[in-house]
């Protein structure tokens, strides 16, 4: 059973930078997709990237190209989302993802593990 454990978030203005985390225990880490999401008021959870363990191939949702940036660790056993310029419409709960796979990543269904979920707030 892979936990996962998020950290970082909070409110802030627009345009400044913030770095989410998310640690795993309980599973091979270095086996484990990686994906974060997002769920805004009253919307759907979005994709917003993700990273495949096989080849370390990264993917982003439209909306956060050239903005986010996602990376692993693997001998920390974490995933970071490196969010630039941030933006009102940035504005949601971030959660972070383990997937045993590595195909059709932008998918949260491919998704078993998720993180406790971690608010992020841009006002203008």
């Known amino acids: 059973q892979v936990q996962l454990i998020q950290s970082g978030g909070g409110r802030m203005q627009t345009g400044v930078s913030l770095r989410l985390s998310c640690a795993a225990s309980?599973?091979?880490?270095?086996?484990?997709?990686l994906g974060w999401f997002r769920q805004g008021p009253g919307q759907e959870r979005e994709f917003v990237a993700a990273i495949a363990w096989s080849d370390g191939t990264i993917y982003y949702g439209d909306s956060v190209k050239g903005r986010f940036t996602i990376s692993r660790d693997n001998a920390k056993n974490t995933v970071y989302l490196q969010m630039n310029r941030l933006k009102p419409e940035d504005t949601a709960v971030y959660y972070c993802?383990?997937?045993?796979?590595?195909?059709?990543?932008?998918?949260?269904?491919?998704?078993?593990?998720w993180g406790q979920g971690t608010q992020v707030t841009v006002s203008s």
């Open positions: 993802a383990a997937a045993v796979g590595f195909k059709d990543l932008t998918s949260r269904g491919q998704y078993r593990y």
């Open positions: 309980g599973g091979t880490f270095s086996t484990l997709s």
